[in-house]
T-cell receptor
């Protein structure tokens, strides 16, 4: 069965520190990859997505992620975090089917950024 | 607001009671998904509709759960004879068949507490 593993459940950083959140998935075929973010009191929002092409994708608010097919990874990065990045981050994968795609989520990483 | 809406936002019920949740997708979206999220976990897929047809149901969806989308617009999720283990956040998402990437847009969720 397909699964998504997020390496860290809780991350605490100071403002201006660099961020990298790990995500690995298990699926042998073509996949679409996503990072969603949930800010406190808000609903899930798409941060960035990878479908094809350049494996380095850029999302909103200065986030980026790199798809490394050989490592089944899709790690999220940001060079300098802000207090407003405090949120829970979810990696998700859908096996490519050309049709509808149910999302398979990781357990999430809760990020706290201190001023 | 033209996003996905869910009602109610919170529901507290006693074990054994029936509950029903409603989801209104983005108006032009023909695909609708239900997910469940428990504490410390990412959302888990429950079921999927394309227009009014329910095309997939997860094994998580026991026979106490039923979902409908009678006119291909809003959807309802009913839980009969609720159990404490049903306590969770129930999320609805929608996407467009014509969208190049089938991005799913999430609603705010209904938080169910079973006493």
């Amino acid at each position: 069965a397909q699964s998504v593993s997020q390496h860290n459940h809780h991350v605490i950083l100071s403002e201006a520190a660099s961020l990298e959140l790990g995500c690995n998935y298990s699926y042998g075929g073509t996949v679409n990859l996503f990072w969603y973010v949930q800010y406190p009191g808000q609903h899930l929002q798409l941060l960035l997505k990878y479908f094809s092409g350049d494996p380095l994708v850029k999302g909103i608010k200065g986030f980026e992620a790199e798809f490394i097919k050989s490592k089944f990874s899709f790690n999220l990065r940001k060079p300098s975090v802000q207090w407003s990045d405090t949120a829970e981050y979810f990696c998700a994968v859908t096996p490519f089917s050309g049709g509808y795609n149910k999302l398979i989520f990781g357990a999430g990483t809760r990020l706290a950024v201190h001023p | 607001d033209t996003g996905v809406s869910q009602d109610p936002r919170h529901k507290i019920t006693k074990r054994g009671q029936n509950v029903t949740f409603r989801c209104d997708p983005i108006s032009e979206h023909n695909r609708l998904y239900w997910y469940r999220q428990t504490l410390g976990q990412g959302p888990e897929f429950l079921t999927y509709f394309q227009n009014e047809a329910q095309l997939e149901k997860s094994r998580l969806l026991s026979d106490r759960f039923s979902a409908e989308r009678p006119k291909g617009s809003f959807s309802t999720l009913e839980i009969q004879r609720t159990e404490q283990g049903d306590s969770a956040m129930y999320l609805c998402a929608s996407s467009s068949r014509t969208g190049a990437d089938n991005e799913q847009f999430f609603g705010p969720g209904t938080r169910l507490t079973v006493l």
